[in-house]
């Protein structure tokens, strides 16, 4: 038993860790707000420019075809970055858990904090993004959120971002060099990214795509 309660993590020093990043983004805020702006010209581009010469699909417009896809496609992106990326820098060239774990933090808070803070910037994208989809579909009279009932999605998203955020601290603890990110990037997000119904349903795809 005691060696299970060694391995949980304890959330109140978990905590630390996503202050501690609160702290640190505090003066480089824009690298916070810079990781929205990928889904949101997707958005402009192909759901609203592209999508105006696109017929509807199954009874929807394409620009609120889209929609969804990109809202869970913003947590993605969120999460891959402070959970991967951020992550490996921070544990093979700043050094930043050696001093970190010299305190009485231990390597499981130190994983579910930045887990943590992963799954709230995901989840702060995917809350943007929602009002954006609402105020762009007010203001070009083309609504994008079909019901009330989209208001739903954000927990949704929620959800996925915790499952991208452990997705990302996962391929983190594996990855030993930069050429690793070429391998995440080009055989898992991306692929995900282009097939996994966004863009085109996933009934056009020839089966064994599906």
Known sequence: ???????????????????RNLLVYKHTWMVIVSGFFEPLFYLLGIGIGLGSLVPEIDGVSYRAFVAPGLLASSCLNGAITDGFFNIFFKLHFQKTYDGILATPMRVPDVAFGEMLWALGRGSLYAAAFLVVLLVLGEATDGPMLLSPWAALAWPAAVLAAASFSAMALLLSSVARRVQDFDMVMGLLVMPMFLFSGIFVPITRFPGPVQ
Do not use: D, E, H, N
């Open 1 to 19: 038993m005691s060696t299970i309660a060694a391995a949980l993590p304890s959330l109140r020093r978990s905590s630390r860790m996503v202050q």
